[in-house]
């Protein structure tokens, strides 16, 4: 029998496989809007999943408790678990719970700002619309990093692996064909957005490479010699039809920038009995 957070956590990651495959549905209608409700579900499914866990899987440390009123008026001493309108127990918000995992280090602010931004894009949806090239740029940065957080903590809360699962966004470039615009137009609700994204941005820590607010996705198509390109070349020998994958330097570096001492360092800083 699973346990309630591994429960949860499968749910979680149903949850954000949801949201990909519907983003990458290029013809589906409001598939911004969906992808920001379906990945919030799933974080809250996650973050729920590691308190449940932090708290021996005990199913009341999830549940809000207010004070009981005696006859008198006055407020009792006796806690009493908070209902919802249905008479269900009313759960800790995804907010106060993301935040109690901050001040236990388990959670990074970085990634707590990306969750920020798909909050506020789930809340503000109904003001948006999808005819800002440079809004749906956004939408899909936020998007990325959100998804690279998510397997990150799965992996390192929990010790998922996901790489069975595509959990990549189609860039725009791919589902949309480029359009020239003389000015680009955004109404008052997204401009506040993308203003309270900015101060999101402006306060990211720098030095952690692990978690993102936002990703940047560049796709270049280029015409060049194979051999000015190859670095490595890498063929599975048992398919013949497996196509070679071709990895420069540069593509190692941009992936992996820290030389040895960097890396140790990062280590005693992360690990307080790493030697």
């Given at each position: ?64 408790k207010e004070t009981r009123r005696k006859k008198d008026g006055s ?93 990549y966004l189609m860039p725009l470039s791919f589902m949309e064909l ?20 900015e101060q999101l941005e402006t306060g990211a820590d720098e030095t ?68």
């Amino acid at each position: 029998m699973k346990s309630r957070s591994k429960e949860l956590i499968d749910k979680a990651i149903a949850a954000t496989v949801s949201a990909i495959e519907v983003y990458n549905k290029a013809g589906f209608q409001y598939r911004a809007e969906t992808f920001c409700i379906l990945a919030i579900n799933g974080w809250e499914l996650l973050i729920k999943a590691k308190w449940l866990n932090q708290n021996d899987n005990k199913i009341q440390s999830i549940y809000v408790k207010e004070t009981r009123r005696k006859k008198d008026g006055s407020k009792s001493k006796k806690l009493r678990i908070k209902r919802t309108r249905s008479g269900n127990p009313f759960t800790y918000s995804l907010d106060y719970l993301a935040k109690k995992l901050i001040e236990q280090g388990h959670l990074e602010q970085n990634a707590w700002a990306n969750i920020q931004a798909l909050l506020e894009l789930r809340d503000s949806s109904v003001h948006f619309y999808n005819s800002s090239p440079n809004f749906a740029n956004k939408l899909q940065e936020i998007g990325t990093a959100s998804l690279k957080n998510f397997v990150s903590l799965v992996e390192e809360w929990f010790e998922r692996d996901l790489s069975q699962f595509n959990f990549y966004l189609m860039p725009l470039s791919f589902m949309e064909l480029p359009t020239q615009t003389n000015a680009i137009v955004l109404n008052n609700e997204q401009r506040n957005f993308l203003n309270y994204l900015e101060q999101l941005e402006t306060g990211a820590d720098e030095t952690d490479p692990k978690y993102s607010i936002t990703v940047n996705i560049n796709v270049e198509f280029t015409k060049s010699k194979t051999n000015d390109a190859l670095g490595v070349r890498i063929v599975d020998s048992s398919n013949s039809n497996a196509p070679a994958v071709r990895i420069t330097e540069e593509d190692v570096l941009k992936r992996y920038p820290w030389d040895y001492k960097t890396f140790i360092n990062k280590c005693k800083e992360r690990y307080s009995d790493f030697k």
